[in-house]
């Protein structure tokens, strides 16, 4: 059995990752700590969990005082804690899995930029694997350290790829994503209070999102060439579920046929990605790990639209950790789910 | 034009508060304050109010500077925090509406005992008017100060007084009642939290809450002796709405048509009361200052069920204290609806 | 391999029956039928199982031509159309699970009342086990025909077992539940239209909902003597969940101690339910075989108030259905959740 | 009084013209009608107007039998079921206001494209006026026969309109809307059933939805040249409200300053555009006419990202009526509101 230790539990992230770990044959939960009061069972925390997993969590007093029974740690923390803790780990001979945006970025300058602080582990970062295993399946086999994607770049690459891949498309992408309220996170807030979501939509940060650098990094990789991501996300009100319409420009004329033939050979043997004839929808994703996706030529308008829809705590963040963690191990990618 | 000022403009009541008298034909909101960090436009703070009602917000600096200019004065604030400003608006000749619970009960040791705070403003309890229309409108009629009732006692009392007022029932009745968040008020928190009330449904305070004192002063004095409310509120996930279902015991055998017609004649002249012969649903009185009510009498068990449905925002608030303007100063119980 | 068929794949029960079995270790999915215009793979009925299930549904042509190669019958039909199957699967030598109403009176005169059809197979009825572990396990071993509770009276039954049981409570109980929609069914109505549910509460069918008769002869069993109880249904604008408050009457003085340990010892051994300190929510047991309990003592009124929770799909229909099947497999009561 | 008729009261159109409509101080309600089995007072229909509304709705039994006491005549009727009913009406003197699609589109064979089906009244679109009073104020003055604009339409043409008059961006407008469920009727269906939607999301008709040539006809005719919309409208899991996020590209640099400007100067005058400076959201236009509009130059990609948002059963259907008919008979264009 492998030891596995989960710091930061009491978001959504952390829930998510023992509900799948509950159900995963190979791997024990070892160690779970956050910011407590005092240790408290986790079915506490989450009413879920009672009589089911009872462990206790334990209060986080440092990095090195966590993990020592553990092979790997999952880091279920908000950005800019986990860069100061993941050397400490790796130090320790942990395998880690970051669940958040801090080893992203290849590039410090840019995190600098899109963050707005300096990268204190810069020099891991090129040690850092992008956990996208559609892409970087034998990269992640190796890694120590997993860079686990957003939920919103999660929908868009792979959503995107088999044409930017293939270089049929312009290299300006449009990219129009809804989000369920958990993306928000778990603290309290105006944004996240239920009055002011309930029977309402609206959009945020357009234009500005950190995601933005996170998608062109990794469009514009596949592509060999920079890809400029034009995003405007949006706040469904729901709790889990994200969905995003991307507008792409073909370079040449294409049928339909074609496009979709791209996309089965683009990920034929890809267990959770799901190629659709029809539009999808969030509640068929549902605390699932698919990516669903559906390829649409607008011949009227010559544009590809693609949509494509994942759950944003699961394929968008604690699935797609355990998936990665599945291949780390050499596990079948779909154990546990 | 009658000039009104409201206190404790940031949360729902002050909204709704506004949204009703914008409409009214005879009045003028002279000034508003509230907990802000400088003078704000209302319409920054309630998007809805753009290009329609964008006067300025005061910074609330004690009940001395407030309310100049105004001949009646809403306070929508806090419980515990009104009973402190009452007597000075009073002093300056305002007539008061509050919105709080600091005045309803008549009895300073029963709010002591179910708000664990003093009541600093004893003296004046007898003289406050407990603001529920259908029972009061003769002593709302001349009052300096309006105790307007809560949410929850104004579905039960409305839903009960035709039985208890005439003697029908037993003392011990059960009320269950289900409450829209904004209840819960506009300050985020775990309760307030989108993802923890979409999809999900619970009870709270059950026995304890603060409103059973309320429902039990005024179903007493209906019906000359005491009346004990088993009472259970549970959380809705919609805005706006609360509906309570009541079990009473009929003292002898009633036909369905004798309750009806008792039902008819106590509520024949009263405007906002509607009497149903189908189970009310909250979204046909949201955003209305309506109580809709059904009597159902359960022969197989000798049982009368009562279903009332009101807005909680309006006839459970704001409405209310409009209502009971309106008959201060002589004007149609329905002006502004 | 236990070999199982599903009669009646359309709606939201068979739905889950395929979401719990395909994570059950131990048997196959034999057949699938329902109401259909052609054979249809189950996944382009349900997006949820694409690529996990693409099993093909069989358009059902009578009891005669269904479930040859299976053990195990799940009915999955409406009340009033099981009945005319049940006896030619149980003639086939099939075990039958019927998630219908017909097979759990007892008595068919109190049939025939409340469903206002005679029963056709009333014969069966004195075989029928009624189908609650946590109350009937040994008769559910040996059962060819079991008889699956309603989702309320499932959340009554087991809310107020341990009060009747042992005589502590008056024969008259009254019982406020609040039900999702997924409760009423996948046919679209104008109950079910989005715009009459979302932002809107009500109830329905009080007093004559016809899972009284169910309650009632299910906790007169138990009490050893008539139990009367007053129901009133209410729709709650949520997917799954369902959420009882009972209220009871103490013949003689009980503590709050004394009330948890009699629970307790209940209970003591049912690996779905959970005693609770606190006040059950859904979302606790959304997607769970739970039932969660909480028993309080309202010292004030001397009443009882017991609040239960459960999935209605799960607990509520399909988990139960699987949860028999465990037992009559001889197989551990929790296998497949 | 101005008499008006109402034909088509049983959809939502219908509902929300009598709540706007009964606080109009120049109007009367004179004839309602609509496909009912028999003579139905509204309040039945709609519980909301009991006891403010009680009329009755007759049987429609053909445009000669109704509106004869009516100077006006609201449409409020599935699409190509008004084409054939508006000569009658206009040949007996009366003016129309059709909120369905059938005198929107000014080509005939536009409209047997994208309707399938042949236009019965095509010589009447010449003379039909395209009711959006923010563009046609003139010729709805005096106009016998508005076309009621679409919802989406609405979103789209106002959010554009100052860009585009003024050609300062490309002829291709990238759009991504999003409805409330209302937009999708009154009748029950799969798509409206509750359980599909809630905590769901999804699109639909992309790239074919038949809003698509009505906004094209509105831009191009603004433009002085042909516009394209690339348009995939999208399922809120809400009630009321709509919001369009719009991609444009400039032709040549602009500032943020210069396209504020350019909007606040197209609509200064207009009583129900609001432009804001932070992203609309729906809530904040709920059971309003405003339109919120958003303009946002995003320097990085040098695109500019439009959001408007509107009620889309009032603004986007009922209240723009309504504001139509303010317009024709000369009173204030917010009457009513």
């Given at each position: 059995m492998l030891k596995v230790g989960i710091l930061g539990i009491t978001g959504y992230a952390g829930y998510e990752l023992i509900q799948i770990l509950l159900k995963h044959p190979c791997?024990?939960?070892?160690?779970?700590?956050?910011?407590?009061?005092?240790?408290?069972?986790?079915?506490?925390?989450?009413?879920?969990?009672?009589?089911?997993?009872?462990?206790?969590?334990?209060?986080?007093?440092?990095?090195?005082?966590?993990g020592r029974s553990c092979d790997l740690?999952?880091?279920?923390?908000?950005?800019?804690?986990?860069?100061?803790?993941?050397?400490?780990f790796l130090k320790a001979g942990k395998r880690v899995i970051d669940l958040s945006a801090d080893f992203r970025l290849k590039n410090a300058a840019s995190y600098a930029e899109w963050y707005h602080e300096e990268h204190t582990s810069a020099s891991l970062l090129p040690e850092a694997v992008y956990g996208l295993p559609e892409l970087y399946q034998d990269r992640i086999k190796n890694a120590r350290l997993i860079a686990n994607p957003g939920c919103y770049p999660t929908t868009v690459i792979l959503g995107c790829a088999p044409l930017i891949k293939h270089g049929l498309v312009k290299h300006e992408i449009i990219?129009?994503?809804?989000?369920?309220?958990?993306?928000?996170?778990?603290?309290?807030?105006?944004?996240?209070?239920?009055?002011?979501?309930?029977e309402n939509f609206t959009a945020y940060n357009i234009g500005v999102h950190r995601h933005i650098p996170e998608m062109e990094q990794e469009l514009s990789l596949l592509a060999g060439s920079a890809i400029t991501v034009i995003f405007s996300p949006h706040l469904l009100p729901i709790n889990r579920g994200m969905l995003s319409t991307m507008y792409?420009?073909?370079?040449?004329?294409?049928?339909?046929?074609?496009?979709?033939?791209?996309?089965?050979?683009?990920?034929?043997?890809k267990p959770f990605v799901r190629l659709l004839d029809k539009i999808p929808q969030t509640a068929d994703v549902r605390e699932t790990n698919y990516c669903d996706i559906w390829v649409n030529l607008d011949k009227r308008t010559n544009k590809v639209i693609v949509v494509s829809a994942i759950d944003n705590l699961t394929k968008g963040a604690s699935g797609q950790a355990v998936q990665n963690m599945n291949i780390m191990y050499g596990w079948d990618e779909t154990l546990g789910f």
């Open positions: 791997i024990q939960i070892a160690e779970m700590a956050g910011r407590l009061e005092k240790p408290t069972p986790i079915s506490s925390i989450f009413g879920q969990f009672k009589k089911r997993f009872d462990m206790e969590c334990q209060v986080f007093e440092g990095a090195s005082s966590f740690i999952f880091l279920a923390l908000p950005h800019k804690v986990s860069m100061a803790m993941v050397p400490e990219v129009d994503s809804k989000s369920g309220i958990s993306g928000a996170g778990a603290t309290p807030s105006a944004v996240t209070h239920f009055v002011n979501r309930y792409l420009s073909l370079k040449s004329a294409k049928t339909q046929d074609e496009l979709s033939a791209i996309y089965q050979e683009f990920y034929q043997d």
